[in-house]
């Protein structure tokens, strides 16, 4: 995400940050490698142009100001406010407030918007304690009613769909009837998308907003249409006027021209990102964290969010007991990692922390690597996972049976569990163990070198 993009601002920085101060000259040579890293990544160049020159105005401001300040950092900060100011400045929650909340969904076909209505039906349901129904009123694509049944079923949120009725307002209507009735705090309405703007798609859904009166209308758009998608999201808003924008497929090949040109364009603020393909691959848009990622230097904030959320305390005192008495086995391990997977994929964890996102750029992390350790673990009976000790080679055999894997790959990982339970344990009654205690339970377990599966350069 936004790969390219950094590379080309770090390049922009380095200009500058080889001077001793603030000149017309460096800043010059740095405002003209940014217009053209932001014009590379898609965006606009009248937005491009308006947003260096105010980067020039601040810079040039500082000149006599600011004599004892690293030229390089100081432009990082001014470009850091600016990215932020461009996306909206601050985050704009969604509003889900009524008898129920009505949110309506739109968005042209293959942005993600059913996968979404379902991402965020999941979020409300999880983080909000809400009751959400999801409606089925694409009536031209049976496929997408039935992801939108399949996607219900996985979060245990019902869907409402008439099969036969062909008139999207009338379902929606009724769903709306059924929701009061049913004790629905929020109904998320799943629109028909077109594979471009056309007059049928837009009257419907202006007809499905002015029927519903919604609290919320949201326009869902693939952030790796670049451009086309500020422009398709400004079609959209001179007709049904939305509330905010979802940027779905960050995680893709994406310049981030959509992200950091949409707000300029549209005056709507993005309220949520969308990062993979798993229900729980959703993000409130945060401009400044998203600035701060843009120019490397991560996004820790979120980081312990989703930690936060997902660690439970009580657990991780038992843990953090059970490692200082060098008791921590394998069941401990595999909770762990699971709790690990919901905060989402390895890559782009690591890739929140300051300084990783580089580092990372050519490593492959095979996020099935998780799934083969669960798969050696569930092939311990319950007394070897409570005690590693026992593993010896005929067990160490059968567990490689039962796998479908190598003794090899079995010894290599209990060979790396040993070493890291041993590290983990020397660190908790270390004086110096204090910097375990960042991560709930004195620490994730650190992944085994090499018994995760293959980290390739």
Known sequence: ?????????????????????????????????????????????????EFTDRIKDKALGTENVLRNVNPGQLMVKIVMDELTELMGGQSVGINVKGSPGIVLVAGLQGSGKTTFCGKLAKHLKEKRQMSPLLVACDVYRPAAIDQLGVLGESIKVPVYKETENKNPVEIAQNALKHAKAHGHHVVIVDTAGRL?????????????KKALNPTETL???????????????????????????????LDGDTRGGAALSIKYTVGKPIKFVSLGEKLDALDVFYPDRMAQRILGMGDIVSLVEKAQMEFDEEEAKRVEKKIKQNKFDFNDFLT?????????????????IPGMGKALKEIDIDDKALVRVESIIHSMTPEERKNPDLLNLSRKKRIAKGCGQTIDQINLFVKNFNDMRKFMHQMSNNPMGGMMGGMPGGGMPRMPKGGLGKIRR
């Open 336 to 352: 762990q990692m699971q709790q690990i997977k919901k905060m989402g994929d390895l890559k782009s964890l690591l890739g929140m």
């Open 219 to 249: 326009f869902v758009v693939d952030s790796m249409t670049g451009q086309d998608a500020v422009n398709t999201a400004q079609a959209f808003n001179e007709r049904i006027n939305f509330d905010g924008v979802v940027l779905t497929k």
């Open 1 to 49: 995400m936004f790969d390219s993009l950094s590379e080309k601002l770090e390049s922009a920085f380095k200009v500058i940050s080889g001077s001793n101060k603030i000149t017309e000259l460096n800043v010059a040579e740095s405002i003209k490698e940014i217009r053209r890293a932001l014009v590379g990544a898609d965006v606009n160049y009248k937005i491009a142009k």
């Open 196 to 208: 471009a703007v056309d007059e049928t798609m837009m009257a419907e859904v202006e007809a499905l």
